[in-house]
């Protein structure tokens, strides 16, 4: 530990980052540049986010740590061992005791307090960025505000699919001013956006950072007549029986026996240990 | 020499220090009328100790500051030379700038950012005489329906918010208490 500055990152680096934290804050949605440093895991594990959440945390801070919504997969493990060592921290699982939660593609199932703080991996933030590959035409169509490219993306899902088929990564209009890409969330989590928490995301690798303050308007696009809409498996979970989680399928056996289980860990957890009992429970059990 | 010389005053302990200062600095620009208390400088006068963590928290070679009018003493140029390495710079180009409302204005000398880069605009450190949950009524991102705030002059701050996505940000100091205003915030005054 003392081998470290607090939060592994030095004074001069945090500075940069809390400055563009700042500035995102004040902007809403928009994608402000920061000199994204090295950090001692590749690219793609959330070099972004390890460095909003080191520039963020204080020594009293609960830290969480969300990969897929689970605590337990190899993402959330490392980065919450990193900061157990580099900035001494509590840790926790659950979701109610952490004042700051670094996700990767997840929106907690528990609403999020206005003393928390949320902090996303952001692979790639740029929402134009599969429509237009020049960074210098896409900067110039958010100052511009000119999203008629994305519409026709979504158009396209509807012509070709008859409905809106995109189901991660689903845009959005921030404070009615920048489309912004709230880092690949299934779009279930989309109406979690107008939260009471602070949302900082970060994208190491594109050297991005951007925030949504509590209380913001996030609207998802869509049409009058193809309405946004918040999408999960037709399924109660198979573990605790919630049917308001979003869920992962996973695969049982060579014969096509599946389960549907919480996404959410901790939510999973919380919800059998008050009693609630699944369908694979309850045939175990009968 | 004085009891405060330009090496003293600065953080103890500037990782946890600043970690401390930043998150309520963050708390106060992502919820517009919040006050928090913002300590751990000790920056020699007229500079507040609110104004002081601030500028040892969020400034160091990379971002000019301006020191508007009273603010601009030998002692408070070599205070903030020694801690953060910042450099000294007019109006016109500051990242930052640190004084009273009137010694701040007007407005529009201040860089507000281009229509590509919003975020290249001034953050303004005003110092007041007070600092309280009263006055303007604001609304926009950060507020649940609505607060208030003391602003100094709420028609200039209007214009500013009339500007956004460009415009500058504002924090308000006073003593070791802080308040912030981003240019997202609506301002009204009540009739």
């Not at chain 1, 990564?169 to 299934?186: G, Q, T």
């Not at chain 2, 009891?3 to 963050?26: C, D, E, L, Y």
């Not at chain 2, 006050?35 to 400088?41: C, E, V, Y």
Request: proline fraction near 7%; aromatic fraction near 8%; charge should be negative.
């Amino acid at each position: 530990m003392n081998e470290y500055n607090f939060a592994y990152l030095d004074e001069q680096t945090k500075r940069m980052i809390r400055r563009a934290i700042l500035k995102g804050l004040a902007v809403p949605g928009y994608q402000v540049p920061f000199a994204s440093r090295e950090m001692p895991m590749p690219y793609g594990w959330g070099t972004g986010g390890v460095q909003v959440s080191a520039a963020t945390l204080t020594p009293e801070d609960t830290f969480k740590v969300i990969d897929q919504g689970a605590d337990d997969t190899t993402n959330a493990v490392s980065i919450r061992k990193f900061f157990e060592n580099t900035a001494g921290v509590e840790t926790t699982e659950e979701t109610e005791k952490a004042t700051v939660i670094q996700t990767r593609h997840r929106i907690p199932e528990a609403k999020l307090r206005e003393d928390q703080i949320i902090v996303y991996q952001v692979p790639i933030p740029e929402p134009l960025r599969f429509l237009e590959p020049r960074e210098t035409e896409t900067r110039k169509m958010h100052s511009l505000e000119e999203y008629g490219l994305m519409h026709v993306k979504l158009y396209e899902d509807i012509s070709q699919h008859g409905a809106i088929s995109t189901a991660y990564a689903y845009p959005v209009k921030v404070l009615d001013r920048y489309v912004m890409d709230p880092s690949p969330i299934p779009k279930f989590d989309n109406p979690k956006l107008e939260m009471d928490a602070i949302q900082l995301f970060g994208a190491g690798r594109e050297q991005r950072i951007y925030a949504v303050p509590p209380h913001t308007k996030v609207v998802s696009l869509d049409f009058e007549d193809y309405p946004f809409e918040a999408t999960k498996a037709d399924h109660p979970c198979d573990l605790c029986g919630a049917e308001d989680s979003y869920l992962d399928e996973v695969i049982m056996d060579d014969a096509g026996n599946r389960m549907f289980v919480c996404s959410d860990t901790d939510y999973c957890r919380s919800r059998r240990e008050a009693g609630h009992v699944g369908r694979l429970v309850e045939e175990n059990t009968a | 020499m004085t009891a405060q010389t330009q090496f003293s005053g600065g953080f103890q302990n500037a990782p946890v220090q600043a970690a401390h200062a930043f998150r309520a600095a963050m708390t106060v620009m992502a919820r517009p009328g919040e006050i928090r208390d913002l300590k751990g400088a000790q920056p020699p006068k007229p500079l507040s100790i609110a104004a002081g963590t601030l500028l040892l928290t969020l400034c160091d070679p990379e971002t000019k500051v301006h020191l508007a009018g009273a603010f601009n003493t030998d002692a408070l140029r070599e205070w903030l030379t020694f801690h953060t390495g910042a450099p000294i710079s007019q109006a016109a180009g500051a990242d930052f700038a640190v004084g009273s409302w009137a010694e701040l204005s007007p407005l529009s000398t201040y860089r507000i950012g281009t229509a590509e880069y919003p975020d290249r605009s001034t953050t303004l450190i005003v110092e007041c005489d007070a600092l309280q949950q009263a006055g303007a009524i604001l609304s926009g991102p950060g507020i649940k329906d609505t607060a208030r705030l003391s602003l100094p002059d709420a028609p200039a701050l209007q214009a500013n918010a009339a500007l956004y996505p460009l415009g500058c940000d504002f924090f308000f100091t006073c003593s070791d208490r802080v308040a912030a205003l981003p240019r997202s915030t609506q301002i009204n005054v009540e009739a």
